[in-house]
């Protein structure tokens, strides 16, 4: 499984735009990027994916270059309650069914006023 | 309507006691999974059942046995508890041909063993 290596901590402030970028170098053929935040006290919370060039929903954005050995999380405008650990995984779907999604560290991002 | 529920949220527990933690997931979803995550909040994969069959298991102590009696339940059974096995563990779900995006966690299980 590909593993991934992203900043340990971001700081930012209220309205700002947050870019937190994940490498992913030996990242194969088949898998996803896909980014999952996490409040304490609670499970991870999906926030988007992506195979290849940019994604965006009503959260975030993801870019990923044409080598995808890369990927980078935009938060636009962001405010207290994104103060959360985020983290990127690439994911590889099991033939038997299911996904064995890795965690890596994450980052933890805080947003100040 | 809670998507993925665990119970208990909180466990307080001596060393050499077994518990047990009961997940389930009203999403109608194929797979079901356990996650461990420690004091340092590495998320490390422990079971995964799709349709109650096991598929993932990883290097895990063979005093934790999961259980699935239908695939919207999967419980966790901790014999012997040790001290290291203080952590709050996940249950999640997903769709069978989910790529990893379809995952739903539950709000964790914080074990304390004392």
């Known amino acids: 499984l590909a593993k991934t290596t992203q900043p340990i901590s971001m700081d930012s402030y209220e309205g700002q735009e947050v870019n937190i970028t994940c490498s992913h170098n030996?990242?194969?053929?088949?898998?996803?990027i896909t980014w999952y935040q996490q409040f304490p006290s609670q499970g991870p919370r999906f926030i988007i994916q992506g195979y290849k060039t940019k994604v965006t929903n009503e959260v975030a954005s993801l870019f990923i270059p044409a080598d995808r050995k890369s990927s980078t999380l935009s938060l636009p405008r962001v405010s207290l309650s994104d103060t959360a650990v985020y983290y990127c995984?690439?994911?590889?779907?099991?033939?038997?069914?299911?996904?064995?999604?890795?965690f890596g560290t994450g980052t933890q991002l805080k947003v100040e006023l | 309507d809670t998507a993925v529920s665990q119970t208990p949220k909180y466990l307080v527990t001596q060393m050499g006691n077994d518990k047990s933690i009961k997940c389930e997931q009203n999403?109608?979803?194929?797979?079901m999974y356990w996650y461990k995550q420690d004091s340092k909040k590495f998320l490390k994969i422990m079971f995964s059942?799709?349709?109650?069959?096991?598929?993932i298991n990883e290097t895990v102590p063979n005093r934790f046995s999961p259980k699935s009696p239908d695939k919207a339940h999967l419980n966790l059974h901790i014999n012997s508890l040790e001290l290291g096995d203080s952590a709050v563990y996940f249950c999640?779900?997903?769709?069978?041909?989910?790529?990893?995006?379809?995952?739903?966690f539950g709000s964790g299980t914080r074990l304390t063993v004392v």
């Open positions: 999403l109608g979803h194929d797979t």
């Open positions: 059942y799709n349709n109650k069959e096991l598929i």
């Open positions: 030996n990242i194969a053929t088949n898998d996803y």
């Open positions: 995984l690439v994911g590889l779907r099991l033939t038997g069914g299911g996904n064995k999604l890795t």
């Open positions: 999640a779900s997903s769709q069978d041909q989910g790529t990893g995006d379809g995952y739903t």
